[in-house]
């Protein structure tokens, strides 16, 4: 009786697990879920999008294609019947779990810092050629000769010389 109880227990277990989602599916998807009872947190940043007539702020998924779900074993079935929603993540084999306190510090930086931006430092290398996004060169291309930390060093190709500059990752956008 005691062990029949300890496996209900687990069972009933809530923990956060990540979801693989179609591309911009991500906060639909987290609509779709908290309609159908299931706990979803997609966290989203905010950004200044400019058109030709106005400037306006949106918010934008801060990590692509992906939604955290607090769920137990009996809820399993129905996230991963979810339009939109690719797989879990998996890590080591097994759906990857986040403690509890990871997503309590997204929320928290996100709340102090709401244009917060999640950047893979492994989409850059050495040679890579990029765009600046924002500031005094924006729009001035050059190629990276080395990351350091969040950081790049890059050659920036203009006026028949090279300029070199060191950028936040986050500035950065890849072109090749």
């Not at 309609?35 to 966290?43: D, F, H, K, N, V």
């Not at 996004?133 to 790049?152: A, D, F, P, S, Y």
Request: aromatic residues 8%; proline residues 3%; positive net charge.
């Amino acid at each position: 009786m005691e062990n029949l109880n300890s496996i209900n227990k687990l069972m009933n277990e809530r923990k956060w697990f990540v979801i693989y989602t179609r591309a911009r599916w991500e906060k639909k998807i987290e609509r779709e879920l908290q309609m159908a009872g299931i706990t979803a947190y997609c966290p989203v940043r905010k950004v200044k999008n400019q058109w030709a007539d106005r400037v306006k702020e949106v918010e934008l998924p801060l990590f692509s294609s992906y939604v955290f779900v607090k769920i137990n074993a009996k809820e399993d079935l129905k996230v991963r019947t979810t339009t939109g929603v690719m797989n879990f993540v998996y890590y080591m084999g097994k759906p990857a779990q986040i403690r509890d306190v990871v997503i309590d510090e997204i929320k928290c930086f996100l709340e102090l810092f709401p244009s917060l931006e999640a950047v893979s430092l492994q989409q850059l290398s050495a040679g890579d050629r990029v765009i600046i996004k924002e500031g005094v060169m924006t729009q001035k291309q050059g190629e990276i000769l080395q990351v350091r930390g969040k950081n790049v060093l890059v050659v920036i190709d203009c006026l028949h010389c090279a300029l070199i500059t060191k950028i936040p990752v986050s500035n950065l956008e890849l072109i090749n």
